[in-house]
């Protein structure tokens, strides 16, 4: 503990706390002296008898980060007394790439708040968390943060608290290259040798992978890539093309991960999205291979696995969504290219009549989409581009991917 906040300790006070109350979000940063005008937000509505806490995880492993953070609200339910109330909560230091800090903020009513700070206490001794309180000044109200030592005996400075506007840039935005969103092979390979340890399964993925060389060699024949959500057309379209092109028919993740899928989707973000970045290079080998002897038809590929995982990091309307021309769009420089790319979109009813029809309900990554409102179909839109305007193609159809599910 004492080495992680010797690390963040420099640039604590450049950070912005950004709290999700009731769908919205409300931010506040630190300064050293008093604020003039009113109390952050989130503390509008404390009484004199509560008590305010943070908690945000970090550490150096990413892995062990990822892990922590995906069980910490049911760790908290369970040891936190019931009168305690959890909202999400981020810390950033803005424009500074990989400075997100998840959490949660923590109102506690309980006429008692010991029981509260001994199992903070405990946590922040024990795993990789920094545990702040929240004190209001008796004679002006102003509201102050505390950073908690190792041992609670060393205190920390404490910094007051200031309203401030929402982030120029999505708090997300900043952790999703190699971590949200996977920029090559070696990135992605990296994070899945890590967990061989703590998953087995892990091990058998990596004997399947290829090399480097493999995923980047070019097709002699065209590669076409179809995008959507499932019952949008996709199969009777691929299908089609297939029979008329005398091509070959791909997926996106490759059929030989099957076996692994329901493993994977169980693990936080970090881990599944690079499992699932590996089955682009995988598929992307197939490709190669096949690409010599004739055309290839590909159900999805990277466009989707990048559109999802950037639509779930980033919460909130559509123009959260990072801006054109932002480089998480770019394309992975040791990743195949396909020579044309098409979004099939459908209205959302219909989309989810076929889906019942076929017996088959969305996937549970898609219904948190549908809950969250990202990553609807907001219009009927096909997009195809030539060879010649590929770069341009990969960025405005994630960012439409992104898009379309809006509504």
């Known amino acids: 503990m004492a080495r992680r906040m010797v690390s963040l300790l420099p ?9 999700h109350l ?48 995906s069980g910490l609200k049911d760790k908290l339910l369970a040891g936190l007394p019931p009168q305690c109330d959890l909202s999400h909560m981020t810390s ?27 199992f903070l206490e405990h946590l922040q001794q024990h795993d990789p968390v920094l545990v702040c309180s929240y004190s209001r000044a008796a004679d002006d109200g102003a509201w102050t943060q505390q950073l908690w030592s190792e041992d ?13 506007e929402e982030p120029e840039c999505h708090p997300s935005i900043l952790n999703i290259i190699n971590s949200d969103v996977f920029y090559s092979f070696q990135e992605a390979l990296n994070i899945l040798k890590q967990c061989g340890d703590i998953i087995p399964e892990a091990t058998s993925v990596l004997q399947l992978l290829p090399s480097g060389v493999e995923c980047r060699s ?10 959507g959500l499932d019952a949008t057309g996709k199969t009777t379209l691929t299908e089609s093309l297939r029979d008329t092109l005398g091509a070959a028919l791909l997926y996106s993740p490759p059929k030989c991960l099957s076996p ?9 973000p970090l881990i599944r999205r690079a499992f699932y ?37 980033v919460d909130g309307p559509v123009s959260s969504l990072p801006h054109q021309g932002s480089e998480v769009y770019l394309w992975p420089g040791d990743l195949l290219q396909p020579d ?7 209205d959302p009813e219909e989309r989810k009549r076929r889906l019942k029809n076929r017996g088959q309900g969305a996937t549970q990554e898609e219904n948190a989409l549908e809950r969250d409102r990202l990553f609807r179909l907001r219009r009927e839109r096909r997009s195809s581009y030539n060879k010649n305007t590929i770069d341009q193609a990969r960025e405005t159809n994630m960012r439409q991917t992104a898009k379309l599910r809006h509504l």
């Open 22 to 69: 009731d769908g919205d979000r409300v931010h506040f940063r630190l300064q050293e002296s008093p604020p003039a005008g009113d109390a952050p937000a989130v503390f509008g509505a404390v009484t004199a008898t509560e008590r305010c806490y943070s908690l945000l995880v970090y550490s150096a492993d990413r892995i062990q980060k990822a892990k922590f953070y």
């Open 92 to 118: 950033h230091v803005p424009h500074s790439r990989d400075s997100l800090l998840k959490g949660y903020f923590i109102k506690d009513s309980s006429k008692n708040s010991a029981s509260t700070e001994r």
């Open 277 to 313: 970045a590996l089955g682009n290079y995988i598929t992307a080998q197939q490709i190669g291979q096949e690409g010599l002897k004739r055309p290839v038809i590909v159900d999805r590929f990277w466009h989707s696995t990048a559109a999802y995982a950037i639509a779930t990091a």
């Open 218 to 227: 070019k097709a002699d024949f065209p590669v076409i890539v179809l995008e």
């Open 11 to 19: 640039r604590w006070r450049s950070r912005t706390f950004s709290v």
């Open 260 to 268: 692994w899928r329901a493993r994977f989707d169980q693990e936080p």
């Open 152 to 164: 609670l005996t060393n205190t920390s400075k404490c910094f007051h608290l200031v309203p401030t």
């Open 340 to 346: 044309l790319v098409v979004v099939l979109t459908l």
